[in-house]
């Protein structure tokens, strides 16, 4: 079993208690990698790319990152991020052309062997993805 790394509202680097913008997300990818190191490379690029969707999405749309954590234990990685939003995600259509925005819960969705969306007691959400490798 890898280490399981968790950063809650408050470990944040601006010591402010709220994300950052993008220093938030490449913290947590950098400590993804670390935890992850001796995995295949593609499990990494994998757990990488659902760490920055759902880090992203904690911040865009879900007020801000309340949990993370990364647990890795033989042929699965466990992906969990918390917000303070009850809201669900949903796919939407993107834009289409070079414009962001509306790919990354489809991706998620298809990397995963298994997502599991739970409200958390002091309200909003954490988003369990199960990568197989």
Not at 98 to 124: F, M, N, Q, Y
Request: proline fraction near 6%; charged fraction near 20%.
């Amino acid at each position: 079993m890898i280490a399981v790394t968790t950063v809650t509202t408050g470990d944040e680097p601006d010591g402010q208690g709220s994300p950052t913008w993008p220093g938030h997300v490449a913290l947590a990818r950098d400590l993804a990698r670390e935890r992850l190191r001796g995995l295949d490379a593609r499990v990494v690029g994998d757990c990488l790319l659902v760490v920055s969707e759902l880090v992203t999405n904690a911040i865009r749309h879900g007020g801000g990152v309340t949990l993370f954590e990364i647990v890795a234990r033989a042929g699965r990685v466990v992906v969990s991020v918390g917000d303070r939003s009850g809201d669900v995600p949903v796919a939407t259509a993107a834009p289409g052309g070079l414009l962001p925005g509306g790919h990354g819960w489809p991706l998620v969705c298809r990397l995963a062997e298994k997502i599991t969306i739970s409200p958390l007691a002091d309200g909003g959400k954490a988003i369990q993805v199960s990568l197989a490798y």
